[in-house]
C-alpha cells in the first residue's frame, strides 16, 4: 500500500470492494483480513502510472503555468480528465477552462448591492482573510493498461484510491459602481449540456384530474421597458443618497420608476443614450454628476427582475414588514403564551416565468417568534448551571437565527464576544468614540439595561465578504445586543415537544381552503388600497381573480407484493400499515444471538417488550429467540458502553439499549460503538415509548420490523419492469458542530426490485470538492452490483437531493461529467444510459384539489403535474405523493438535469412514484423517492452521531434506519 495515499479509507474501501454478497443477517467471514491490513489483487503499477500524491501533482500544474507563455489561450494548466479541477485549481487562475463547480461561478461575478433601509447594527473590523490554499487533487484511479479490455477483464485489474478597529455601527447597503457592461441577465439553462433532451411533451399515464396551484396569472402591456445603469462621479456607496440625488429630478424620469441604487427601469424612453443630471449632497455641499445609460430595451418575459422589485414595493404599501426573505404584518401577529411564543402572518410572493407564461407564485407564510430575548435564555442557562454557562450558551444560540425588533431584520448567531459589553466603544462615521448603549440610545431610542452582557457576532456572508475585500476595507462583524434580540424559528428542543408542536400547528398548519383564502384576501387587498393597484396599474400590470386552474393527472394506486407471495393494493392514502401487519415479511431473518440492555428502574418495560416481541415476531415470520438480557444500575453513557463492549462477540446479531431518557450524547457514543468501532446492528429505544401497554403491540411491531431491515431483511416491494436498473440517492447534511464540513451519503439498489440496498458516506472539508468523495461512493456501489448481479447496470436514475434552483447547472454540467468518469474505471465499452433528478421538497408550490363549489382540498397521492406550471427550458414535474392528514400537502418538485436514457416522461414519474412506497421505515408513502430518504438518514446519523465513517461491513443493510 506504500505511494497509494494515506491508506486507511483506501484500504478499507478495497477490502469491501474483495469480499463476495452476503446472505441476510450472515455475518462476516471470520478469515477476512482487516480494513487496514486487507491485501489487493490488482496487479503492480505499470511504468507511467505511478499513483502520486497532492503535492506531487499540484507541483506539475505549477510547473506548467511557470512554462506557458503570458496571453495564450492554452497557457492554463488544463488537468486529465480523470483528475477534475475543483475550486482550488480555479483560483490558480485556469482560463477558458471547463466548468470547475461552485467556486468558479464566483469568478467575473460583480458584486450585487445590498439594500440597507435601515442602519446596520455596530460591526467590528477583523483582518481581511489570508488567501486560501491549493484545493486537493484526489488521486488517479488506476485503470489497468490495456483500455479495451472487457469488462470482466477490467473489474479484476480496477483499483480505488482512498480517500481590533471598530468600524461604524451605521453603514448603510454599499452599492458597487458597475458600467452598464458588467451589467448581467441572471443565469438561465445552459444549452452546452450534451445529451440534454429538450423539454418533452407531458405525459399522459393516469386518470384526469381537475387541480388548482398557487398562482396567479400576470397580463403586462405589449410595450418596451427601458433599462438604464446609474452612475456617480464621485462614486457614492449609500443606496438611500443615491436614491434621493436621482428622484431629485423626477421631472424627467417621471414618477414611475424602479431604482436598486443602481439599476434604473422606466416605462418610457428618456431620449438619449447618456442623460446628465447634476445634484449637490447637502453634508458637504459638493456637486456629484448623476449619469443615466441606456443598457437596452426589454420585453415583459426579460423583466421578471423589474416585476419582483414593483410587488414588494406593493407588499410595503400594505404595511407589510420584510423579515428574511418574504413579507408578514406584525399587526396581526397571534400570541401563543403558554410557550412564549407568537406567530406572524405573512405571504410568499415571487414572479417567475414558467411554461404557461409569466404567472405571480404567492403563499401563506408564517414567522415564529420567540417572546423571550436571548439575554433571558441566557440568564436561564445560568440559573441551570453556571459551571458551564458558557458552553451552554454557545451550544444553543450560537448558529441560531435572531431578530431585531427595533428594525425587523435577521441574523445568524456566528459567535458570542464575551470580553466585550455594551460599554465597549468603536469609531462612528465622524470618527468619533462611541459606545454601543450611547449608539442604540440615539439610533433606535433604546435603552439598554444591562451593561454586563456579552455581545452577539454575526459575520458577513460570503458574498458581502468579497463585497468588502474589493472595497479594500477588512471584514466587518455585527455585533447585537441580546437584550435587543430575539429567537427566530423552532429549537430542537421545542420541535421534540409535542405541546408547543401541536399548539403552533393549530395557525401554521392550515387547510387548502383557508390558504386559497389568504390568497384571495391578498388580492383583495391590492384592489382596495388605491396606492398599490396604482403601482400596478402605472406599469400596466393587471392581475387574474383566482389562482391557477390546472389539469392534473392521477397516476394508477400501487401493489404492495409482501411474504407468501401475499399482495394488497396501497389504499387510497397510500397507507398500508394494517395490511402488512396481518401479513408476512418479504425476507425474514431469525433473530437467534441478540442482547437487550436496561437500567433497573426501567427492567419491567424491557420485560413486557420482549414478551411482545415474542408474540408479534412469529406472526411476521420471523423466529426470535430469547435474547441475553443485562440490567444497569445507573443510566451513565459509560455504563452502557463498557457492558456492550465486554459482551460484543462474532455472533452478536443485534443490540437493544433500552435509554430512560433521550440525551444526544448517550445515543451517539451508543452509536459510535455500534457503527464505527464494533458494527454490529444496533437499536435505541426510549423507555416512555414503550411504557403505554395500550400502544406497546403497535410499537413493538414497527420496532420488529426496522430491526430486520437492520439485518438485512426485506419487507414488501412493488412491481418495477425495467430491467438492469440502478437508483441511486444523494443527500447532503452539513454538520453543525465542524465549520465548513459536509457530508455526503450515496445509497444505491442492488437488486430489481429495490429491496436491497449499498451504502456509503463521504467528507467535504472546506475547500475541497464533495464530488470527488461522491465519485468514490459511486464506483464502489458499481462494483458491489456486479459482485452481487455479476453484471453492471445498463441504466442509472441518480436521485439528487439537497440542489438548490442556483446549483441546477452545476449538476447538470460538472457533476455529470464527474459521474460518467466513474464509467471508464469498468472498461472503454461501459457506457451505460444515465439520468440525474434533482429532488427539491423545500419548495412554496401548492397544488389543491378542486371540489364542487369551487372548494379546495388536498389531492389524493399519485397526482402529477407536468406542465403550465414547470420551469420553461427544464425537463420538470410536480408529484405530490403522501396523504397527510393536516394542513396542506406539499408535492416534489423533480428536475431531470441530464438524460441519456429512453425513458419517456410517464416512465420516469412511475418510478418516482413505486420508489416513494419504497421507504421500508414507514408503511406507506414518503415525500421523496425512498433512496433520497435513506442517503438523508445516514447523512443526518453520520453528522449528527457519528462524525466518521461507517464500518463498511454494516454497508449493505439499513443500519441507519
Request: with cysteine; charged share 20%.
Amino acid at each position: 500500500m506504500a505511494g497509494y495515499g494515506r491508506g486507511g479509507r483506501g484500504a478499507a474501501l478495497f477490502k469491501l470492494l474483495e469480499e463476495p454478497p452476503r446472505a441476510p443477517g450472515a455475518q462476516a467471514r471470520e478469515s477476512e483480513t482487516s480494513a487496514e491490513t486487507g491485501q489487493q489483487r490488482s496487479s503492480p503499477p505499470q511504468p507511467g502510472h505511478v499513483p502520486t500524491g497532492r503535492g506531487q501533482h499540484l507541483a506539475q500544474l505549477y510547473q506548467q503555468m511557470q512554462q506557458a507563455k503570458p496571453g495564450e489561450a492554452g497557457a492554463a494548466p488544463q488537468a486529465s480528465p480523470s483528475r477534475p479541477a475543483g475550486r482550488g485549481l480555479a483560483a490558480l487562475g485556469a482560463a477558458g477552462a471547463a466548468p470547475f463547480g461552485r467556486g468558479i461561478a464566483a469568478l467575473g461575478q460583480q458584486p450585487v448591492s445590498r439594500p440597507g433601509a435601515t442602519p446596520s447594527p455596530p460591526r467590528l473590523s477583523d483582518s481581511p482573510p489570508q488567501e486560501s490554499q491549493v484545493q486537493k487533487v484526489t488521486p488517479h484511479h488506476g485503470q489497468g493498461d490495456d483500455q479495451t479490455a472487457g469488462v470482466t477483464q477490467q473489474m479484476g485489474k480496477m483499483t480505488v484510491g482512498a480517500n481590533g478597529h471598530i468600524s461604524p455601527p451605521g453603514r448603510n447597503g454599499h452599492v458597487s459602481p458597475q458600467s452598464p457592461q458588467e451589467v448581467k441577465k441572471s443565469p438561465t439553462y445552459s444549452a452546452g449540456v450534451t445529451h440534454m433532451k429538450p423539454k418533452p411533451e407531458p405525459g399522459t399515464a393516469g386518470k384526469p384530474f381537475q387541480a388548482a396551484a398557487n398562482y396567479i396569472r400576470i397580463q403586462v402591456p405589449d410595450h418596451a421597458i427601458w433599462q438604464y445603469h446609474v452612475s456617480y462621479d464621485p462614486p457614492i456607496d449609500n443606496r438611500r443618497l443615491c436614491i434621493r440625488l436621482l428622484y431629485e429630478h423626477s421631472e424627467v424620469i417621471g414618477r414611475v420608476r424602479a431604482f436598486d441604487g443602481a439599476i434604473l427601469y422606466l416605462p418610457k424612453d428618456l431620449g438619449n443614450k447618456v442623460t446628465t443630471f447634476k445634484s449637490i449632497r447637502r453634508s458637504d455641499e459638493r456637486e456629484i454628476t448623476v449619469k443615466v445609460q441606456q443598457t437596452r430595451t426589454l420585453e415583459s418575459k426579460d423583466c421578471v427582475q423589474l416585476f419582483n422589485i414593483i410587488f414588494r414595493r406593493v407588499l410595503k404599501i400594505l404595511d407589510m414588514k420584510q423579515v428574511g426573505r418574504h413579507y408578514y404584518i406584525p399587526g396581526r401577529s397571534v400570541p401563543i403564551p403558554q410557550h412564549k411564543l407568537e406567530v406572524w402572518p405573512g405571504y410568499i410572493v415571487a414572479v417567475q416565468e414558467y411554461s404557461g407564461g409569466l404567472m405571480l407564485h404567492t403563499d401563506a407564510s408564517h414567522k415564529v417568534l420567540s417572546n423571550e430575548t436571548v439575554l433571558e435564555q441566557m440568564r436561564e442557562l445560568y440559573r441551570r448551571n453556571k459551571n458551564t454557562f458558557k458552553e451552554e450558551c454557545t451550544r444553543h444560540i450560537v448558529g441560531t437565527i435572531v431578530m431585531t425588533r427595533y428594525n425587523n431584520r435577521t441574523y445568524r448567531v456566528d459567535d458570542i464576544a464575551w470580553d466585550k459589553n455594551p460599554m465597549s466603544t468603536f469609531q462612528y462615521h465622524n470618527s468619533e468614540e462611541m459606545t454601543f448603549a450611547d449608539y442604540y440610545r440615539k439610533t433606535y431610542e433604546k435603552e439598554i439595561t444591562d451593561m454586563g452582557q456579552p455581545l452577539l457576532i454575526s459575520r458577513p456572508k460570503k458574498s458581502e465578504q468579497r463585497e468588502q475585500q474589493k472595497r479594500g476595507g477588512g471584514l466587518e462583524v455585527i455585533c447585537l445586543i441580546p437584550e435587543l434580540a430575539c429567537t427566530t424559528g423552532l429549537s430542537d428542543d421545542m420541535r421534540a415537544d409535542f405541546r408547543v408542536m401541536k399548539d403552533l400547528a393549530t395557525h401554521t398548519r392550515i387547510t387548502p381552503e383557508k390558504r386559497h383564502q389568504v390568497m384571495l384576501q391578498y388580492l383583495d387587498s391590492i384592489r382596495s388600497n388605491p396606492d398599490a393597484l396604482a403601482e400596478l396599474t402605472n406599469w400596466g400590470i393587471r392581475l387574474d381573480n383566482d389562482i391557477l386552474p390546472v389539469n392534473a393527472r392521477q397516476l394508477p394506486m400501487e401493489k404492495i407484493f409482501a411474504g407468501n407471495n401475499v399482495s394488497f393494493m396501497a389504499g387510497p392514502q397510500a397507507d398500508w400499515g394494517r395490511d402488512l401487519g396481518r401479513a408476512r415479511v418479504l425476507t425474514p431473518v431469525n433473530l437467534n444471538h441478540w442482547m437487550v440492555i436496561a437500567t433497573k428502574r426501567d427492567s419491567s418495560k424491557a420485560q413486557e417488550f420482549l414478551n411482545t416481541m415474542s408474540k408479534v415476531c412469529p406472526q411476521m415470520g420471523i423466529k426470535c429467540e430469547m435474547p441475553m438480557t443485562f440490567e444497569l444500575q445507573d443510566d451513565k453513557t459509560q455504563s452502557y458502553i463498557s457492558l456492550i463492549r465486554d459482551r460484543i462477540n462474532p455472533q452478536l446479531q443485534l443490540v437493544i439499549a433500552i435509554f430512560p431518557t433521550s440525551r444526544d450524547d448517550r445515543y451517539s457514543a451508543f452509536k459510535k460503538l455500534c457503527c464505527v468501532e464494533a458494527p454490529v446492528p444496533s437499536q435505541a429505544i426510549i423507555a416512555r415509548t414503550i411504557g403505554q401497554p395500550q400502544k406497546l403491540r403497535s410499537v413493538t411491531q414497527k420496532i420488529a420490523l426496522q430491526i430486520n431491515c437492520k439485518l438485512g431483511g426485506d419487507l414488501w416491494h412493488l412491481d418495477i419492469p425495467l430491467k438492469g436498473l440502478m437508483t441511486v440517492g444523494i443527500d447532503v447534511f452539513h454538520d453543525p458542530s465542524r465549520s465548513g464540513r459536509s457530508i455526503g451519503a450515496v445509497i444505491a439498489s442492488m437488486n430489481k426490485v429495490m429491496t436491497r440496498w449499498y451504502s456509503r458516506c463521504c467528507f467535504q472539508d472546506p475547500h475541497q470538492e464533495l464530488i470527488d468523495g461522491l465519485k468514490m461512493c459511486l464506483t464502489a456501489a458499481l462494483k458491489k452490483y456486479h459482485d452481487v448481479n455479476h453484471e453492471l447496470p445498463g441504466k442509472i436514475i441518480i436521485f439528487r437531493d439537497g440542489v438548490g434552483d442556483g446549483q441546477l447547472a452545476v449538476v447538470a454540467e460538472y457533476e455529470q461529467a464527474q459521474f460518467t468518469s466513474c464509467f471508464a474505471q469498468f472498461g472503454a465499452d461501459y457506457m451505460p444510459k444515465l439520468s440525474i433528478v434533482v429532488v427539491q421538497k423545500r419548495i412554496n408550490t401548492r397544488i389543491f384539489g378542486v371540489l364542487q363549489g369551487s372548494r379546495m382540498d388536498n389531492p389524493p397521492p399519485g397526482v402529477v403535474v407536468d406542465h403550465t406550471i414547470t420551469r420553461r427550458d427544464w425537463y420538470d414535474f410536480f408529484l405530490v405523493s403522501q396523504h397527510v392528514r393536516q394542513g396542506t400537502v406539499s408535492p416534489t418538485h423533480y428536475v431531470v438535469v441530464y438524460d441519456t436514457s429512453t425513458l419517456k416522461p410517464d416512465h420516469m414519474q412511475r418510478l418516482a412514484y413505486k420508489l416513494t412506497h419504497m421507504y421500508y421505515n414507514w408503511p406507506g408513502t414518503v415525500r421523496v423517492p425512498a433512496p433520497c430518504q435513506y442517503a438523508h438518514k445516514l447523512a443526518y446519523l453520520v453528522g449528527q452521531s457519528l462524525h466518521k465513517e461507517p464500518s463498511l461491513e454494516l454497508s449493505d443493510r439499513l443500519f441507519y434506519l
